[in-house]
């Protein structure tokens, strides 16, 4: 290694030696700006890495320069080479006397934390693509040992399967890519974010503490609307930051649910104040820095750019800081791959449609598919005509996912940087059950021709007919929320409907106005007519199945993006929710009895009530006692059930049957998020999606005590979350356990109905040997 290149001395001959990403770094460092210092390991010095590699496979022997011919469509070869590669980087050792000049450049910075970032640039006169979410950073405290490991690490990442399958589909051979790596300190953040600039308008987004916790998609940040030529801020949306991230100084942080990077056991991830929550990270001072620096640093390397900053406290001073900028390089014109977290099954063709939130008056294009940084609940009404969504935030349980769900249309969500990657009107395959997307141009000979073939615009949910199904004794339920959908799914093999989502299906009708405006303009009689009306759909169509209506269950930051009269005041993530919200202003609440007591009146006798996110019983009798003011249970067949969903309900169900509560129905959402402590909106592959897991022990031990106390107490109980469906192996201990429902999607229906079956006939085959085995003894 002959040198480290310093971001205040990078000149523009050096670029392919340092990568695109330093390069701007250096560029805007040197013209005064503030730019985190550092510097560049040259991407040489990987190649004299992998020369090092003393194997005698072919494979290793020759990496540097190998084309590595893989078959990158057999997933299973793919993953053992891309593991044997890795394997043998990370076993490797790094030169002392190359770590040691890293260790003392690094030193004079006088910090007990490195990060390593990748910054890659491609040779030969390849285009440079963009590679967002596929090199991760990697942090390391300023010690020679570990230096070395990180380093490791991150070369490594060139050699992931992902990594493998992009290079391949982009036309990028293994020679022509030159990663350097920049060498940062890193001391903890007051707050930290992402800014990202088009001529149309600009977006800033922050959070409190390190800047993972966005990367990791663990939070929703605050988010600021900007007009680019006055720099005036058009508006603001706080966000839902119940996690930040810290350097854990001292001992090593050994949690394994606490460690969401490749090397990151130094980072403590904790629990913000609910207070803080509330509060928007980025200081206002420092907002318009942001803004002004912004606009001078778009001036001199164009319109589009994405910078990542943070605020810091030195010393006394508090500093705001540019740690990366990336500048789009021109698109590549064929197949390119994005990466995200597979949220609703299937497998589409179509057109890209760019959606940002300055559009939401515009409307979507019938059958496109919908390419958006998050998915807001007003923005529900306008999906019903498009052919798949990609989301860059949101998890497997946010709004998009649980609607695309519900529709039959694929989406992938998390897919970092996807609406600077594609372009609008340009043709993407999008899977929904990896989670993977695919630009197409006509140029498809390089494309899987399995994955195209068949391939068509067709409706996923179909009128369903009962032909040699077995007969089940568990009920089968559907959740629901949209009045479209009705003729297509009535006929499936279900009981009823197990959730029907009051939120999403009023969205249908409020015209982006939350229910308490309609109320306060005098609209109540016209917002109960068009409600009941709605309710009445379902009823008339499942007749005489039963229905459970959820009552609404807004979380705070959905009802930010309705219009409200007064606005609304601020609350808190969690404690607002469901019962307690009602308790605070129920009239709303008597609004939806109201709406129900008319579809009773109607003649309706299948529609029941699942009061959401009950902390106590003080609770429920509040709304058993609005319920019978409301005349509901006048009507024998009536049921008022809760759902069982915060952890409260482990200790005093036996107290809520003895008020009156009549039927359980467990969600595993919620139920999981807060038995495991993870926000479930927003996880992702890493700390998020890994631990948010509804087959956890504790998950499952919540649900079996659940379902044992039910049938004690003589009341049914349901399940309607996601668990089941994401976990299929979970069905054989809900039948063993004797749960009298499941409640799924629409396109989970068929699957879910054969492995109620399946688990049935094991538990009658197993007490039949029993028996015999009895009968011999």
């Known amino acids: ?371 958006a940084p998050m998915i807001t609940p007003d923005c529900l009404p306008l999906l019903q005509g498009v052919a798949g969504i990609i989301t860059e935030q949101g998890g497997l349980t946010s709004h998009g996912a649980i609607l695309a769900r519900e529709l039959g249309i694929p989406a992938v969500v998390s897919a970092t940087g996807a609406t600077t990657i594609l372009q609008a009107g340009e043709k993407l395959l999008i899977d929904g059950d990896k989670g993977e997307v695919y630009r197409l141009t006509g140029d498809e000979e390089n494309f899987p021709s399995e994955e195209i073939e068949g391939l068509i615009k067709e409706e996923k949910i179909v009128s369903y007919q009962p032909i040699n199904l077995p007969i089940i004794a568990t009920k089968l339920l559907i959740n629901l929320s949209q009045e479209r959908l009705i003729k297509q799914v009535k006929s499936l093999p279900v009981d009823g409907v197990g959730l029907l989502r009051s939120e999403l299906m009023m969205l249908n009708i409020l015209e982006k106005k939350h229910p308490q405006e309609w109320l306060n303009a005098g609209k109540k009689a016209e917002l109960l007519e068009l409600l009941s009306k709605q309710i009445m759909q379902f009823a008339r169509a499942f007749s005489p199945r039963p229905i459970f209506y959820r009552s609404l269950d807004w979380l705070p930051h959905d009802l930010r993006s309705l219009s409200t009269d007064p606005p609304l005041s601020k609350s808190s993530i969690i404690s607002d929710r469901g019962i307690f919200s009602y308790i605070q202003n129920p009239a709303v609440f008597e609004l939806e009895l109201q709406a129900l007591a008319i579809v009773q009146a109607s003649g309706y006798r299948n529609i029941n009530l699942l009061l959401p996110f009950v902390r106590s019983v003080e609770e429920f009798v509040f709304c058993r006692h609005k319920v019978e003011q409301a005349g509901l249970t006048q009507i024998s067949q009536f049921q008022l059930w809760m759902m069982a969903e915060v952890p409260s309900v482990l200790f005093l169900l036996p107290e809520y049957i003895k008020a009156g509560v009549m039927g359980i129905s467990i969600g595993t959402n919620d139920l999981t998020q807060l038995l495991l402590g993870i926000d479930r909106e927003q996880a992702k592959p890493g700390i998020g999606l890994k631990y948010l897991d509804g087959s956890n022990p504790a998950v499952m031990g919540a649900i079996s005590q659940l379902i044992k106390m039910s049938q004690a107490g003589g009341i049914p109980c349901s399940i309607c979350g996601q668990a089941p469906v994401l976990y299929p192996e979970m069905i054989d201990k809900l039948i063993e356990w004797g749960i009298s429902s499941i409640s799924v999607e629409p396109e989970a229906v068929e699957r879910t109905y054969q492995a109620i079956a399946r688990a049935e006939q094991r538990l009658i085959l197993a007490a039949a040997r029993r028996q015999l085995n009895d009968s011999k003894n």
């Open 1 to 371: 290694m002959d040198k480290l290149y310093w971001l205040d001395q990078i000149k523009l001959q050096d670029r392919a030696n340092v990568g695109v990403q330093a390069f701007y770094l250096s560029k805007i460092k040197q013209q005064g700006y503030p730019v985190l210092p550092g510097f560049v390991v040259e991407a040489d010095v990987l190649r004299q890495f992998l020369e090092t590699l003393n194997s005698s496979e072919s494979l290793i022997a020759d990496l540097p320069y190998s084309s590595l011919h893989l078959d990158v469509h057999n997933w299973r070869q793919l993953q053992q080479v891309a593991g044997r590669l890795r394997q043998e980087i990370i076993s490797a050792t790094v030169p002392p006397h190359w770590v040691r000049t890293i260790f003392q450049a690094a030193r004079q910075w006088q910090r007990s934390s490195l990060i390593l970032r990748p910054s890659l640039a491609i040779s030969n006169n390849q285009e440079m693509k963009n590679v967002s979410g596929l090199l991760e950073p990697v942090f390391c405290p300023c010690e020679e040992e570990e230096i070395g490991e990180a380093l490791k690490l991150l070369w490594s990442q060139l050699f992931r399967a992902r990594s493998l399958l992009y290079w391949h589909s982009a036309g990028i051979s293994l020679p022509s890519i030159n990663l350097g790596v920049l060498v940062q300190p890193v001391d903890n953040a007051i707050a930290s974010g992402v800014i990202n600039t088009k001529s149309s308008g600009w977006d800033i987004e922050a959070t409190w503490g390190l800047g993972l916790a966005i990367t990791n998609g663990e939070v929703l940040p605050d988010v600021y609307y900007i007009e680019p030529k006055t720099g005036a801020v058009i508006e603001r949306q706080l966000g839902n930051k119940m996690l930040a991230y810290r350097l854990n100084h001292g001992n090593a942080f050994t949690d394994e649910q606490l460690q969401p990077t490749l090397d990151t056991d130094f980072l403590l991830a904790y629990i913000l104040e609910e207070s803080q929550q509330q509060e928007y990270a980025l200081p206002e001072e420092f907002l318009q820095e942001l803004i002004t620096v912004g606009n001078q640093i778009v001036s001199e390397l164009g319109a589009t750019l994405t910078m990542k900053w943070t605020v810091a406290k030195e010393s006394l001073a508090t500093k705001l800081y540019i740690t990366e900028v990336t500048v789009p390089q021109p698109v590549h014109k064929s197949v390119q791959f994005i990466q995200g977290v597979g949220a609703a099954r299937g497998k589409i063709i179509a057109n890209a449609h760019i959606f940002s939130s300055s559009q939401k008056a515009i409307p979507i294009p019938k059958g496109v598919i919908l390419i």
